[in-house]
T-cell receptor, first 113, second 115 residues
Framework: QKEVEQNSGPLSVPEGAIASLNCTYS??????FFWYRQYSGKSPELIMS????GDKEDGRFTAQLNKASQYVSLLIRDSQPSDSATYLC?????????????FGTGTKLQVIP | DAGVTQSPTHLIKTRGQQVTLRCSPK?????VSWYQQALGQGPQFIFQ???????QRGNFPDRFSGHQFPNYSSELNVNALLLGDSALYLC??????????????FGPGTRLLVL
């Protein structure tokens, strides 16, 4: 079982719709969760971080965390063509006093005009 | 406020050569992590530097080594390059956890092509 799993996609949604991206993780002691957006040929850009169960909203983005079920999701409302990118889920846990960050392989999102 | 910078942006090497990549962390950050991202994959953790020492390491061979300088900048060295080392190399900076830091911020990356 992979430490962090994402559906590679592509996930296609029409412009203006809600895009839902999901991520599951295997280590129950994981403590911090991050969503990064990566355009083709570019480096990852932080979108959201979430640390406790529930929802966290920032503009058109909402991150949802459910530690009991070990999943974290990202909702993008009113999707725009400029949202077309690969979305990386990252999970951080502290092991032996040090941080360990593990990334998923990413979900490719395509927003159709 | 300067973000994370990396140099060079692109590099072409041949098998067996050695390469050095450089990273300057975001202002105020003291921890540097290096990642390798192959095409279509997520970033894979190589190692992390804090207080000029390698604090932890991922599953990469000893051909991959690094250094952190007193000004927190860092280098990644790869010896005896293989074709499979072709990838985007990402540097991420953060503030040590003891100082309350949580989030990593990435530089633009160095794209390495090994022929």
């Amino acid at each position: 079982q992979k430490e962090v799993e994402q559906n590679s996609g592509p996930l296609s949604v029409p412009e203006g719709a809600i895009a839902s991206l999901n991520c599951t993780y295997s280590d129950r002691v994981s403590q911090s969760f991050f969503w990064y957006r990566q355009y083709s040929g570019k480096s990852p850009e932080l979108i959201m971080s979430i640390y406790s169960n529930g929802d966290k909203e920032d503009g058109r983005f909402t991150a949802q965390l459910n530690k009991a079920s070990q999943y974290v999701s990202l909702l993008i409302r009113d999707s725009q063509p400029s949202d077309s990118a690969t979305y990386l889920c990252a999970v951080k846990r502290f092991s032996g006093g040090y941080q360990k960050v593990t990334f998923g392989t990413g979900t490719k999102l395509q927003v159709i005009p | 406020d300067a973000g994370v910078t990396q140099s060079p942006t692109h590099l072409i090497k041949t098998r067996g050569q050695q390469v050095t990549l450089r990273c300057s962390p975001k202002s105020g950050h003291d921890t540097v992590s290096w990642y390798q991202q192959a095409l279509g994959q997520g970033p894979q953790f190589i190692f992390q530097y804090y207080e000029e020492e390698e604090r932890q390491r991922g599953n990469f061979p000893d051909r991959f080594s690094g250094h952190q300088f007193p000004n927190y900048s860092s280098e990644l060295n790869v010896n005896a390059l293989l074709l499979g080392d072709s990838a985007l190399y990402l540097c991420a900076s953060s503030l040590d956890r003891s100082a309350g830091g949580e989030t990593q911020y990435f530089g633009p990356g160095t794209r390495l092509l090994v022929l």
